[in-house]
């Protein structure tokens, strides 16, 4: 005998309940920092945010209603909306912070927070690569002086002013002794 059950239900409280079930399946797909800084958004999530993403979904999937016929796919696209969000961004950064990233440790560059994954000794080959590709003006005399430890001077570049910007600019993670042992 089939019955037809009639409720009524929030819809936005129906929409967290399918967010969490589909983070409940991404379990164990990323790192920790991933995993924490997701349910920490979806916690922390209000009503605005909710409805703002679910509009934007709707315009960019060109979608009259949610229906969640399909609600990983649906899922899926709300989460890629999510993880361009700066505050999902910083709640990984905070977590990657915190030890939770691919290996526990990083560099973290100061100036605009950008965390990179390192494996263990692998700090300075990290610092050295940033600077390589992101401070280009300095990677020269980096490398002179990283090869010449009795240089203290290259292309304008003194060692003192080098190793200022780089304990300065740079934060380890995970690191057995702080950044100035390197120097």
């Not at 005998?1 to 409280?13: Q, S, V």
């Not at 940033?130 to 005399?141: F, G, M, R, S, V």
Request: hydrophobic content about 35%.
């Amino acid at each position: 005998m089939k019955k037809t059950l009639r409720f009524t239900y929030d819809p936005l409280t129906l929409m967290r309940l399918t967010m969490d079930m589909f983070a409940e399946e991404l379990e164990g797909k990323h790192t920790k920092a991933i995993q924490f800084a997701r349910y920490e958004y979806l916690r922390t999530m209000t009503n605005d945010e909710l409805i703002a993403l679910l509009e934007r979904y709707m315009k960019e999937q060109n979608l009259d209603a949610i229906t969640l016929k399909d609600w990983r796919k649906d899922c899926g696209c709300l989460f890629q909306y999510i993880y361009e969000s700066d505050r999902y961004k910083t709640l990984e950064f905070k977590f990657n912070k915190q030890g939770y990233g691919y290996t526990g440790m990083g560099v973290v560059d100061t100036s605009d927070n950008t965390f990179y994954h390192c494996g263990f000794t692998q700090h300075w080959p990290t610092i050295m690569g940033i600077i390589e590709t992101k401070y280009p003006d300095l990677h020269q005399a980096l490398n002179a002086m990283y090869l010449h430890d009795t240089l203290d001077e290259y292309d304008g570049v003194s060692r003192k002013e080098l190793d200022d910007f780089i304990t300065n600019r740079f934060e380890l993670i995970g690191g057995y002794k702080p950044i100035h042992d390197y120097m």
